[in-house]
């Protein structure tokens, strides 16, 4: 970088462009980071700005940014569809039907729909129905309002066994 600078320079510049060039220097490869696949896990929040990422969390796991990222397009192509609801709803783990007002018995007030969603054994906490309800309202067609939100929780068991034993004796005492 040095050798870029006048041979007038000052002593200012040249300890100028020794410290810049020590801040602007990337510990990857700049063609790495456009690459959904390459890029570095700290990076993946600019590739889901760059490709218009509508739902991101920085605490998920890299395998699931870098797929929300891989399907953006996809999500972008079909918004405002059922598909689009179960397609982000199927990322996390869980399905839906999703029942429109006109398919209802009886018939619900227009433009209005239902969802049924099930979470496959996952655990529902005030933080997961807080996820749920934005995805849904993010994907959703912008003409249509969620009236009634049914959540399927399947508990997962663990079977377990016992046994116990009890002995006893009838005792009867006679008072005279």
């Not at 067609?141 to 049914?150: C, E, K, M, Q």
Request: proline content about 6%.
């Amino acid at each position: 970088m040095s050798q870029l600078l006048p041979p007038n320079s000052t002593q200012f510049e040249r300890n100028f462009t020794a410290v810049t060039s020590q801040n602007s220097a990337l510990s990857v490869a700049i063609k790495t980071l456009a690459s959904i696949d390459d890029a570095p896990d700290p990076f993946l929040s600019f590739l889901a700005w760059q490709y218009s990422v509508d739902s991101w969390d920085t605490s998920w796991q890299p395998s699931l940014q870098r797929q929300l990222i891989k399907k953006s397009f996809r999500q972008h192509q079909i918004k405002g569809t059922r598909q689009a609801v179960r397609e982000v709803l199927a990322q996390f783990g869980y399905q839906c039907i999703f029942k429109e007002w006109f398919e209802a018995t009886p018939m619900g007030t227009p433009g209005t729909f239902t969802l049924e969603l099930d979470l496959n054994g996952l655990e529902l906490t005030e933080d997961t129905y807080a996820e749920v309800n934005r995805l849904v309202k993010d994907a959703k067609p912008a003409s249509r309002h969620l009236t009634n939100l049914i959540i399927n929780v399947q508990p997962i068991c663990i079977p377990r066994v016992a046994v116990g034993t009890h002995g006893a004796e009838t005792v009867t005492i006679y008072v005279e």
